[in-house]
């Protein structure tokens, strides 16, 4: 990677809203009908012990940054391993990214389609989607960043709205609490693990940021604000519908926006719907950029961003239209937890031990 200018490079509040905006995307509207499956009215501690796992991820990742500071990921694993190992390992992150975009941003234009324009050809969306995630990203790591930072603020205002909701829940459809078997729990942790692979994204944005003693100390209250969202909204989709219910519906977070009455908005779920398609778009964004970084690696910057955004923009508009079946998309992502749990968690930890014994030597 060539290098970052002081101008391009992320402000730690810029990399604080790509980090928590890359997990708020389409997996949030999903996550709950196959948590309450899996688990029933203690669906909401799934998303409790993920985001463990979320956290044991970043730990080793933000060590690995302590250690080498200033270096990226894909440069790290250059530094550690041999390097026609270390270009493996970076093409099968580049190949989580890439599917984690285009899977993410297809339940997105599926969405737009049930909900929003129902006589709109899933090209011409996928077409507009591709278009958009192309053109921010040959804007560079400060314009998504922008990106990210301005839609921040929308993302808070999107959930203070699901709050009235909760008039409407009843509090014995959590009952009787924590009566899930572990094993239930806990083979469903990697369905969620899906939506907390935020953290494979610091070891590639936090050495680009102005600041990277106070990014890092960001982090950690952006990870538990994420996992108390999911939690909240699980539980939220609980109280509200039941767990049998939800249990039942593609999308049970649309079904609570449609419950909710608010004076100044008339139609509550379109309101929300047309916002979120415009939220949901930024893990597809967030993970997009990262598949650049690692591109621009392997490619030794070869090829010149307007290229690799345009080849990204194609990837995307592609894949979405090869994708019919969309359960089978959501089912892509819950089988990519378990990939997390390699990617975030066992090889980060491989790399640390060899890390240690670099430094002794």
């Not at 129902?118 to 400060?142: D, E, M």
């Not at 959930?159 to 009843?170: A, H, K, N, W």
């Not at 908005?265 to 778009?281: C, G, K, M, P, S």
Request: contains cysteine.
């Amino acid at each position: 990677m060539s290098e970052i200018s002081a101008r391009e490079r992320l402000t730690s509040r810029q990399y604080t809203a790509l980090l928590a905006g890359s997990a708020f995307g389409a997996g949030i509207l999903t996550l709950p009908r196959y948590l309450c499956a899996a688990a029933g009215q203690d669906a909401w501690v799934i998303p409790l012990l993920a985001g463990g796992t979320m956290c044991l991820s970043a730990l080793c990742f933000l060590r690995l940054c302590r250690r080498f500071p200033g270096m990226t990921l894909p440069h790290l694993m250059q530094e550690l391993l041999p390097l026609p190992l270390a270009n493996t390992a970076v093409l099968l992150y580049l190949a989580y990214f890439l599917t984690v975009a285009a899977s993410s941003i297809r339940i997105v234009a599926e969405i737009t389609l049930l909900y929003l324009l129902p006589n709109t050809p899933l090209w011409a969306v996928a077409l507009v989607y591709s278009l958009f995630v192309g053109y921010t990203l040959s804007g560079g790591l400060r314009g998504a960043g922008r990106f990210n930072e301005l839609t921040g603020f929308v993302l808070l205002f999107g959930f203070l709205l699901l709050l009235p909701s909760l008039r409407e829940g009843r509090m014995t459809n959590l009952a009787p609490m924590l009566t899930a078997k572990p094993t239930a729990l806990l083979t469903a942790i990697p369905m969620a693990c899906y939506s907390f692979g935020i953290s494979l994204l610091i070891p590639l944005f936090l050495p680009l940021t102005d600041d990277r003693s106070r990014a890092a100390k960001h982090t950690w209250p952006t990870l538990c604000f994420v996992v108390t969202a999911f939690s909240l909204i699980t539980l939220t989709s609980v109280c509200v519908l039941g767990a049998d219910t939800s249990a039942h519906m593609l999308f049970p977070v649309i079904t609570i926006y449609k419950s909710v009455s608010v004076p100044v908005i008339e139609r509550l779920d379109l309101f929300f719907l047309t916002l979120w398609t415009v939220l949901a778009v930024r893990p597809c964004l967030n993970f997009a950029l990262a598949a650049g970084q690692l591109s621009d690696c392997l490619l030794k910057n070869r090829l010149p961003r307007r290229w690799l955004s345009a080849g990204i923009g194609l990837f995307l508009f592609a894949s979405m239209l090869l994708q019919t079946d969309i359960v089978g998309t959501i089912r892509i992502l819950h089988w990519l937890g378990y990939v997390f749990l390699f990617l975030g968690i066992v090889f980060p930890a491989l790399l640390l031990i060899l890390s240690r014994k670099k430094v002794s030597a």
